[in-house]
């Protein structure tokens, strides 16, 4: 069976969703996503990945072209038609077809979404440690709307992997933001810290989440700027992102985190974490 | 007759030429791209344009599809067969498709141009002044990079025609860099000033060719950070681009430039550049 996609509201194969030359998503990067993860067939957090997406149209002035139990709706219709059990729904919005100008004009949105199988996440602290580089960060200075304009965050993942490395942290004179792809996290004196969201850090779901559930567990999650020295000398750091869910870190610019293995704070979130999966979705 | 695209090596009705829902160009931004004027059915600085193309995509790390000489005999080909005589061909580079993912894999790239008809510049110092708004320079630090992650630019563009303005001017901790599609220029004590391209400006080609005409007319170009209230006392204050090539500006947050009218300098330099142009197009 051929790899299905929702296109501008028809379901049809992948490979016959074709877009113009003169889209301002392929033209402009004009344009936002989601990534949804689902289990066993069901989505997770996916009301406040469509809240997030509101705010990402609000951003850049894009009506949102459906509404959001619509959306919902057709996203839970696709899903239960789909072969894929274990996966993620990739949603995007563009501003749609016109004449190329940055001058906006009416047009009609694109939207699309497609399901595509991820393997399980291993249990909470069995993975391997990640590695992580810094690169400077670079980026514009609303990484809160998560925009396809992602040409910088692919340059950074790609010079992480170049060396050797399996993610990029941004540092922005000596402070710690956000990764290429993830959020990020150190934990220290028993404290999650992590930088606030804004100009600099997008609202992970995934992060939304952990805030929750650090609050039921009694860790004190801190948002503030930390630096990258602070960091690095951490007890344990880790990331999070909706496919990866929460990824510890053994070694940042081929120093060793911790003591090398999977960190008791970031284990036991973690845990919690895949309970309330489980929870929800089975 | 309908109009046509240079599409990965064929030639096409613009219309049917369609991209895959997960070119690296639709979903990262993964691209660059030129506008190239052409006057009299002959591009002008060709050949500067596709030098920094090259540059554009080592800044992003793809290889060109296609050798400098190769596309420029497309180009010219192209042009030849087109009922367009004055306008520009838009050219653009994606990593091209592959399932998403941020790392780089083996992909294809997408290259395309083609060309759309473009009034007529007025003669030097004859069209209306142009408004100008400042605006935050939000956007990333490798602007000479000329990529298609473009939102930032459109955002600042729309939000300088919602203010009743023509062009958005970037200014970064009180210093003038460039604008949303052109690069920018004010003129004082009988000096051209600019800031000097790197992170936050594009070299531009009308750019470089004005440097050199400011030589031969022995008006001194001046590259330096330049604030935002020097600016506004300027004499003369004009923006440059491939298809508006120079536009002298009579406002600027609400406040007149100079006099009011287009300033001396400024015509005179429009005036050596259509010289110029004519001499090699026509």
């Given at each position: 069976?051929?790899?299905?996609?929702w296109?501008?509201?028809?379901?049809?194969?992948?490979?016959?969703?074709?877009?113009g030359?003169?889209?301002r998503?392929?033209?402009?990067?004009d344009?936002?996503?989601?990534?949804?993860?689902?289990?066993?067939?069901?989505?997770?957090?996916?009301?406040e990945?469509?809240?997030r997406?509101t705010?990402?149209?609000?951003g850049?002035?894009?009506?949102?072209?459906?509404?959001?139990?619509?959306?919902m709706?057709e996203?839970g219709?696709?899903?239960?038609?789909s072969p894929?059990r274990?996966?993620?729904?990739?949603l995007?919005?563009?501003r749609?077809?016109?004449?190329?100008n940055?001058?906006?004009?009416?047009?009609?949105?694109?939207?699309?979404f497609?399901?595509?199988?991820?393997?399980?996440?291993?249990?909470?602290?069995?993975?391997?440690?990640?590695?992580?580089?810094?690169?400077?960060?670079?980026?514009?200075q609303?990484?809160?709307?998560?925009?396809?304009?992602?040409?910088?965050?692919?340059?950074?993942?790609?010079a992480?992997?170049s060396?050797?490395?399996?993610?990029?942290?941004?540092?922005?004179k000596?402070?710690?933001?956000e990764?290429?792809?993830s959020?990020?996290?150190?934990?220290?004196?028993?404290?999650v810290?992590?930088?606030?969201?804004?100009p600099?850090?997008?609202?992970?779901?995934?992060?939304?989440?952990?805030?929750?559930?650090?609050?039921?567990?009694?860790?004190?999650?801190?948002?503030?700027?930390i630096?990258e020295?602070?960091?690095?000398?951490?007890d344990?750091?880790?990331?999070?992102?909706?496919?990866?869910?929460?990824?510890?870190?053994?070694?940042?610019?081929?120093?060793?985190?911790g003591n090398?293995?999977?960190g008791?704070i970031?284990?036991?979130?973690?845990?919690?974490?895949?309970?309330?999966?489980?929870?929800?979705?089975?």
């Open positions: 069976m051929s790899e299905m996609i296109f501008n509201g028809e379901v049809l194969p992948l490979a016959e969703a074709r877009i030359v003169e889209d998503g392929f033209q402009f990067a344009g936002v996503y989601e990534v949804i993860r689902f289990y066993n067939g069901r989505t997770f957090t996916l009301s990945h469509l809240d997406l705010r990402s149209c609000e850049i002035r894009l009506a949102m072209p459906l509404k959001k139990q619509e959306l709706r996203i219709k696709f899903i239960e038609k894929v274990e996966g993620m729904i990739y995007q919005i563009t749609g077809p016109a004449p190329r940055h001058i906006f004009a009416p047009s009609r949105p694109t939207v699309l497609y399901a595509r199988p991820l393997p399980p996440v291993a249990p909470a602290g069995t993975a391997e440690g990640l590695k992580l580089i810094s690169q400077n960060d670079e980026r514009w609303r990484c809160w709307i998560k925009s396809i304009a992602l040409l910088p965050n692919v340059l950074a993942k790609n992480a992997v060396a050797g490395c399996d993610e990029a942290v941004f540092v922005e000596g402070i710690v933001t990764c290429s792809a959020n990020f996290f150190a934990v220290a004196g028993g404290k810290l992590t930088h606030p969201v804004g600099k850090v997008l609202p992970g779901i995934t992060r939304l989440v952990l805030m929750d559930l650090c609050k039921q567990l009694d860790v004190p999650f801190v948002e503030r700027a630096s020295a602070e960091c690095l000398a951490a344990e750091v880790f990331i999070t992102s909706t496919t990866r869910e929460i990824g510890w870190v053994a070694r940042w610019n081929d120093r060793q985190i090398g293995s999977c008791v970031t284990r036991k979130i973690h845990g919690a974490y895949q309970k309330l999966v489980t929870e929800r979705t089975q």
